[in-house]
């Protein structure tokens, strides 16, 4: 067990610019979810695929955030024309199709937008 | 919709005093609860959790108990230490496989 392996751990970037981060989750976990977090809060759900099936999508999500997860394997996380608003820790969790398994949180990736 | 709710902090407490952060829940059906720690710099790991009523999760001198009856599942510590200093959340999954996390609450243990 490697664990969640989030690449890049930090980004930043000028507003405008699109930006991809990428999470590996755990091999053996069909479950991958996407979260944000922000300073003094909570993560906050953005997405989750099974396998390679994006599920749920929260409204959180503008039409600017897309996710993909191909081969349900690996999943890529991609912000267009980004806002300072976006400024966040964009956390990556994987676990298993089943009730008793907690999430496996990777370290996350700092985006920062300038 | 489905919810949770935890005790605000910072919470600053002596080494070896008791710990306890409370925790209550909303959610429809019967939802698992788990307890997740954020040490500086790192991502979310596991504490402890209970999938079913009356459950206590434990784990490194923590623990907690799912209440049903007043839906909670606060977090305790008999004797923090230093190294225990960091941010705590609560966290439901709810029947549809969804998680929802609390704001989370920052314990400093000064020695």
């Known amino acids: 067990d490697t664990g969640v392996s989030q690449n890049p751990r930090h980004k930043i970037t000028k507003r405008g610019q699109n930006v991809t981060f990428r999470c590996d989750p755990i091999?053996?976990?069909?479950?991958l979810y996407w979260y944000r977090q922000t300073l003094g809060q909570g993560p906050e759900f953005l997405t989750y695929f099974q396998n390679e099936a994006q599920l749920e999508k929260s409204r959180l999500l503008s039409d600017r955030f897309s996710a993909e997860r191909p081969k349900g394997s690996f999943s890529t996380l991609e912000i267009q024309r980004t806002e300072q608003g976006d400024s966040a820790m964009y956390l990556c969790a994987s676990s298993f199709n089943d009730r008793d398994t907690p999430l496996h949180f990777g370290n996350g990736t700092r985006l920062t937008v300038t | 919709g489905d919810s949770v709710t935890q005790m605000e902090g910072p919470v600053t407490l002596s080494e070896e005093a008791f710990l306890t952060i409370n925790c209550t829940y909303t959610?429809?059906?019967?939802?698992?609860l788990f307890w997740y720690v954020q040490y500086p710099g790192e991502g979310l790991q596991l504490l402890l959790k209970a999938t079913k009523a009356d459950d206590k999760g434990s784990n490194k001198g923590f623990e907690a108990t799912y209440r049903k009856e007043t839906t909670s599942f606060h977090l305790e510590k008999g004797s923090v230490q230093v190294s225990d200093s960091a941010v705590y959340f609560c966290a439901l999954l709810n029947t549809g496989n969804q998680f929802y996390f609390g704001t989370g609450t920052s314990l400093t243990v000064i020695p």
């Open positions: 959610a429809t059906g019967y939802p698992s």
């Open positions: 091999s053996e976990h069909n479950r």
